[in-house]
């Protein structure tokens, strides 16, 4: 059965290899938890047999328009950290795969008022979900000096995060800091004209990443892939950040976020999962068609 493609939010990255990570079986069962503009989620669908299912899950309500009319596909509005609640909801206790391509999708980038994007003035605003009311002016204006200088030091692993953290509190002393503009003005002083964007992206990064709880939604999707995936099931994971691929790395590797996994008495470790290769990175040809593919590492893992 043949999946005609329809408009998408971007070229899905790494299409090919993500999809082949995951070793489709034609009756098998898969889950694409970052379905966008639903390029990967038509992959996997060209590769399925008639008895094949394939469950996609998106909290943001724009990638609804780009569901697929198909017997064999079901679209669930939902963050993925809830996927094992979800696919027990579809009668779905084990599947044989899992797809998720963590980046933030060109279509949320390119709509301006979503706040997403460093090349636009817009509300400050970053919500992967818009029924939720914590936003990134909530981040910017309310947060203590000490825990915004977490943020934009863990998160985005900027080494100015103290003073950044303290002329953000005393602009928004004078007047709230409701747009991007009103935020690049107050960190003027931090952003050289050769290193501006750059700074901005990192800045950004970390904002994302707390107004959604990035990474402990990734914690807690990836602790629930083990319970959902049966035995030989893969997981097939694009990260774009350090901060992301760590988590993904260590988790594929032994089952633990920080620290080592214990040993028997005879110096085994039992661990849950077997990465399958190394990673893999877009080529020189993708990249320059897709630029932003150019950070894009997909780890590929095979559940014991």
Same mark, same amino acid.
């Given at each position: 059965?043949? +999946? ?17 990570? *995951? ?11 970052? %379905? ?38 079901? *679209?669930?509005?939902?963050?993925? !950290?809830?996927?094992?609640? %979800?696919?027990? %909801? ?28 460093? !090349? %636009? ?20 204006? /309310? ?23 303290? +002329? ?9 800091? /409701? ?34 709880q990035e990474l402990d ?35 594929? !590797? ?9 040993k028997d008495v005879f110096?085994? +470790? ?23 593919? !150019? ?10």
């Open positions: 059965m043949k +999946v005609t493609q329809q408009m998408e939010y971007h070229n899905p990255v790494l299409l090919t290899e993500t999809v082949d990570g *995951l070793n489709i079986q034609p009756d098998g069962v898969y889950v694409d938890v970052t %379905f966008g503009g639903g390029g990967h989620s038509r992959e996997i669908l060209n590769r399925l047999g008639p008895k094949g299912r394939l469950l996609a899950f998106d909290q943001d309500k724009d990638a609804l328009e780009n569901t697929i009319d198909d017997p064999r596909f079901t *679209l669930i509005n939902e963050n993925f !950290r809830f996927i094992k609640r %979800f696919l027990r %909801f579809h009668g779905q206790l084990e599947v044989d795969g899992i797809l998720a391509d963590f980046g933030v999708s060109s279509h949320q980038f390119d709509v301006a008022e979503r706040g997403f994007s460093t !090349r %636009f003035e817009a509300d400050l605003d970053m919500r992967m979900n818009q029924d939720t009311d914590f936003s990134a002016y909530h981040v910017v204006n /309310k947060y203590e000096e000490v825990k915004l200088k977490n943020v934009l030091q863990q998160y985005g692993e900027l080494r100015s995060a103290p003073g950044m953290a303290r +002329v953000i509190v005393e602009a928004r002393g004078q007047t709230p800091i /409701k747009s991007s503009d009103q935020l690049k003005l107050a960190l003027k002083r931090f952003l050289p004209q050769h290193k501006e964007n750059k700074i901005l992206a990192q800045i950004y990064q970390a904002i994302r990443i707390e107004v959604n939604v990734l914690k807690e999707f990836l602790i629930q892939t083990l319970e959902v995936l049966k035995p030989n099931g893969r997981l097939s994971v694009i990260s774009y950040h350090s901060l992301e691929d760590r988590l993904v790395k260590r988790f594929m !590797r032994n089952g633990l976020f920080e620290g080592e996994p214990e110096g085994r +470790v039992e661990v849950p999962m077997k990465p399958v290769g190394k990673f893999i990175i877009p080529s020189e040809a993708e990249i320059k068609e897709n630029n932003r593919a !150019r950070s894009a590492k997909l780890r590929i893992a095979r559940k014991l």
